[in-house]
């Protein structure tokens, strides 16, 4: 939003000037005219570099982060709870907000909104920020009337998404610390260690082991072909991370990640937890199930789940109920197909939708604390085999040595 600059006199005749944040010209005279100000010029300010502010700037922007969705919408609801306009609330948690980039959107949604933009219009304009599942509810808010309610429900539903997501990343730290670090010391190792073996092996004179031999040979190999190495891992990398962006190595990696031996049914779960829990959140704010199904593939995050949600959404709109088509996709479990049917059959299917999320969010817990503890000594193992050989390696010589002169 740029700056203008204005000039003018107030009641008493004396000339005025100030700075303010607005979305036109018009905008800034007219809040000046409110103020009984007799505006003679407004000008946009011209930011010089040295005073450019890297927030502003996209590339040193901060990242709009769930937590600040989740705060924002927490403390939304409680002003339209409280009676505060719309416009006041937007005002007041686009001043209070620390993060530049959430300012500015905010900012952004509060003018759309004073210039006669619904509040769901306005959000939708920042789809990297509000997704189609924030807007649809907040739009159903607004013609309901219930828009401090959907919003409580909304936070609830992104602090479980959240609280998932954070057990996930929990449960990974600690054996990619242990990997990095285990890289780090191999590599530590066939840099300066082993040769500093090697000078010595050499002043010895003797036939070494395979073994030592190997790991020599290995160590040269690295210490000459450094470069290559490592340019070698930097296209292995970049290739890996275009693949996986691509259509077809998306589809691969999402069908390999529900087949997995031991992470699969933790995948199996983790989408159908989130499934239920977005459905459960947007059937009980009212959305129709054919617009909840449409937003909820395409927050599924696996395609082989989004396909199968579109399947269903298919079959119902041709008139078939939600179990049936769910049990031909073979993606969801039988428990939750005869869960819902059930809930289609009194009439209560939001609240077999919650009940189906609580239970899979709480399956995910225990997956990920057995998970946890099969991945840690399982690392641990394989760690200590590597270094150990490599050390015992180094040191089959000496042995050797010792028992010649024995």
């Avoid at 920020?129 to 009337?145: K, P, R, S, T, W």
């Avoid at 696996?302 to 959404?313: D, S």
């Amino acid at each position: 939003m740029p700056k203008f600059q204005w000039e003018g006199k107030g009641k008493d005749g004396k000339n005025q000037k100030g700075e303010m944040m607005a979305t036109s010209e018009d905008f800034v005279r007219l809040i000046l005219k409110r103020q009984d100000i007799a505006v003679s010029k407004v000008a946009v300010k011209r930011a010089s570099i040295l005073s450019t502010d890297l927030g502003s700037i996209a590339l040193f922007a901060p990242a709009v982060k769930t937590r600040d969705i989740v705060i924002f919408t927490r403390q939304f609801a409680t002003m339209i709870n409280a009676g505060l306009p719309l416009v006041q609330c937007l005002d007041i948690l686009s001043s209070q907000t620390d993060n530049i980039s959430m300012r500015k959107v905010l900012t952004q949604v509060k003018s759309d909104v004073e210039g006669g933009s619904t509040f769901a219009d306005a959000l939708k304009k920042h789809p990297k920020i509000f997704n189609d599942l924030y807007c649809n509810l907040v739009a159903a808010g607004e013609v309901g009337g219930i828009l401090d309610t959907i919003m409580n429900r909304l936070a609830a539903y992104m602090e479980k998404n959240q609280s998932i997501v954070k057990k996930v990343k929990s449960a990974m730290t600690y054996p990619i610390a242990v990997v990095v670090v285990g890289i780090l010391v191999l590599v530590g190792m066939l840099w300066k260690i082993i040769p500093m073996f090697e000078k010595m092996f050499q002043d010895m004179g003797s036939v070494l082991p395979a073994p030592t031999q190997f790991m020599i040979d290995l160590s040269q190999a690295f210490q000459n072909h450094i470069v290559l190495i490592f340019l070698f891992m930097a296209g292995f990398v970049v290739l890996t991370m275009l693949f996986v962006k691509s259509n077809i190595g998306r589809e691969i990696l999402d069908r390999l990640s529900l087949q997995l031996p031991i992470l699969g049914p933790l995948f199996r779960k983790l989408a159908v937890a989130k499934f239920t829990r977005t459905m459960s959140t947007m059937i009980t704010s009212g959305v129709p199930i054919l617009d909840s199904l449409t937003i909820t593939s395409k927050t599924a995050g696996n395609r082989v789940v989004e396909r199968g949600i579109v399947y269903v959404r298919e079959k119902i709109s041709e008139g078939k109920n939600l179990a049936e088509p769910m049990a031909e996709t073979k993606v969801f479990p039988s428990m939750v197909v005869q869960m819902i049917g059930v809930g289609e059959a009194t009439g209560a299917m939001d609240t077999m939708m919650s009940k189906i999320a609580d239970f899979y969010e709480e399956e995910v817990d225990t997956a990920i604390s057995q998970l946890t503890s099969l991945i840690e000594p399982f690392i641990m193992v394989m760690l200590s085999v590597l270094v150990g050989g490599l050390v015992i390696s180094m040191y089959l010589p000496i042995f050797n040595l010792a028992g010649n002169i024995k």
